[in-house]
């Protein structure tokens, strides 16, 4: 079955990076984009971008451009998020979601980021 | 950016009762190529990740349960809980994907009364 398994997670200090990897099973990993997604605690959702894993292109939301690194490691069917330079607003769950004809039919079961001094 | 924007914020039900709620957004969401509007809904319980219910503003995903109901066209659309069961409460977020950046709306919450 589809699968997105997603690392575990992550207590950071601001400053310090951070990098959340998102397994694939199930279905031909080039075959679909792969999006991320912030949830800040007790908020909605907020699209971060995409990842075409076809080509390894990324495309980032204006909000998260500069900081935010999406990338690929494509033979192990994973897709990377990468934070720099953690600052205490990036304190949030962050998901991954298969990238389709109908996004987000499939999700990554999130990672829970904490930045702390 | 499309603006969605989901009434009421929140929305106390008890078991059994029928449940609408709605999604507008700021321009249309109808591509007349594909005869669709591309809209889906999404259910998040507390801890979870979201789960699609339903794209297409009006199909429902495989497993759903028929009593999820989605309507709508152009910029005005609604989700349709018939009889909500305790299984439910959680928050729905709807989501445009006619045009690039996809984007959410705040999420309207059951809750129990």
């Known amino acids: 079955q589809i699968q997105l398994v997603q690392s575990g997670p992550e207590l950071k200090k601001p400053g310090e990076s951070v990098k959340i990897s998102c397994k694939a099973s199930?279905?031909?990993?080039?075959?679909?984009?792969m999006y991320w997604v912030k949830q800040a605690p007790g908020q909605g959702l907020q699209y971060m971008g995409w990842?075409?894993?076809?080509?390894?292109?990324?495309t980032y939301a204006d909000d998260f451009k500069g900081r935010f690194v999406f990338f690929l490691e494509t033979s192990a069917s994973t897709a990377y998020l990468q934070i720099n330079n953690l600052k205490n607003e990036d304190m949030a769950t962050y998901f991954c979601?298969?990238?389709?004809?109908?996004?987000?039919?499939?999700w990554g079961q999130g990672v829970m980021v904490t930045v702390s001094s | 950016d499309i603006v969605m924007t989901q009434s009421p914020s929140s929305l106390a039900v008890s078991a059994g009762d029928k449940v609408t709620m709605s999604c507008k957004s700021s321009?249309?969401?109808?591509?007349?190529?594909?005869?669709?509007?591309?809209l889906s809904w999404f259910q998040q319980k507390p801890g979870q990740s979201p789960k699609l219910l339903i794209s297409?503003?009006?199909t429902r995903e495989t497993g759903v349960p028929d009593r999820f109901i989605g309507s709508g066209s152009g910029t005005d659309f609604t989700l349709t809980i018939n009889s909500v069961q305790a299984e439910d409460l959680a928050v729905y977020y709807c989501?445009?994907?006619?045009?690039?950046?996809?984007?959410f709306g705040a999420g309207t919450k059951l809750e129990l009364k």
């Open positions: 979601a298969r990238y389709g004809e109908i996004p987000g039919d499939y």
């Open positions: 199930g279905y031909t990993f080039t075959n679909y984009g």
């Open positions: 321009q249309s969401l109808f591509s007349s190529e594909y005869q669709g509007n591309y």
């Open positions: 990842i075409n894993t076809e080509t390894g292109k990324p």
């Open positions: 297409l503003a009006s």
């Open positions: 989501e445009q994907y006619y045009s690039y950046p996809p984007t």
